[in-house]
């Protein structure tokens, strides 16, 4: 099984524009997450894919492997699914260029869900943390997850899910980790199928997937990181690597 790892990285973030390239502990985000990647010793290859002349020189100057994209894209799986078009892989995980704090363990769970996927019943799998904080599960930016009995996947959303109508029901929150490992096909299939409306409404690409009746497999993970998606989240990230 030839498994290899994308880290999609777009320079102009919506919510905080060069990100990528913002300095910590010395190196760029883009730099620490390619080299926390590579690191884990999981993969046969580690290659940033980017649509920025900026990012693609800082990996390849230091010694990385990247590609440019050909095309504009929307999402980070439709421009991991053009780089992987013509590649002889079975298995890829796409990293976010934005988790520095990428580890071994979590990586690892996700491999493991194909590895014992025998009967090929899970399209791609990804990743959930358990959460309690309140501003946390009410924050737009967070997104939850719920699942069913085997941890597939039922949806996604910015809003919490489940709704506490009953305050004495003893709810469960998931935050979704942006996280996935995708069986090849399953993400061709994802790049040539037109968004629909929940997709479009939530702004969370995983909904197509399930829109389409694609299976995902959730595994939780204990280690919650920093996604750096603001300047705030900048400076918890430097904190947190001193």
């Not at 649509?51 to 439709?78: F, L, P, Q, R, T």
């Not at 479009?200 to 995983?206: G, L």
Request: some cysteine; proline content about 4%; charged content about 30%.
């Amino acid at each position: 099984m030839k498994i290899i790892s994308m880290i999609p990285a777009r320079y102009s973030a919506t919510r905080f524009p060069g990100k990528l390239m913002q300095d910590l502990g010395g190196k760029s985000v883009i730099r620490r997450t390619y080299e926390a990647t590579v690191a884990t010793n999981l993969f046969d290859d580690v290659i940033v894919v980017t649509d920025s002349s900026i990012i693609y020189n800082e990996i390849v100057d230091h010694g990385g492997k990247a590609i440019m994209s050909i095309k504009e894209h929307e999402c980070g799986s439709d421009r991991i699914a053009e780089a992987v078009e013509n590649l002889d892989i079975d298995i890829v995980i796409n990293v976010q260029g934005d988790e520095p704090f990428t580890e071994e363990a979590s990586l690892r769970k996700l491999i493991e869900v194909f590895k014992e996927d025998h009967d090929k019943q899970v399209d791609l799998a990804s990743l959930m943390v358990h959460i309690t904080d309140e501003d946390e599960i009410n924050n737009p930016n967070t997104v939850k997850v719920i699942v069913d009995q085997n941890n597939f996947a039922l949806y996604f959303s910015r809003s919490p899910i489940p709704y506490p109508r009953d305050k004495n029901v003893n709810t469960t929150y998931y935050k979704h980790k942006g996280v996935y490992a995708f069986r090849k096909q399953a993400i061709l299939d994802f790049y040539r199928l037109p968004m629909l409306t929940l997709e479009a409404s939530e702004k969370i690409e995983c909904i197509r997937y399930l829109e389409y009746g694609k299976r995902i497999k959730m595994v939780e993970t204990h280690v919650q990181g920093v996604e750096i998606d603001t300047p705030e989240d900048l400076e918890r990230a430097k904190k947190l690597w001193k």
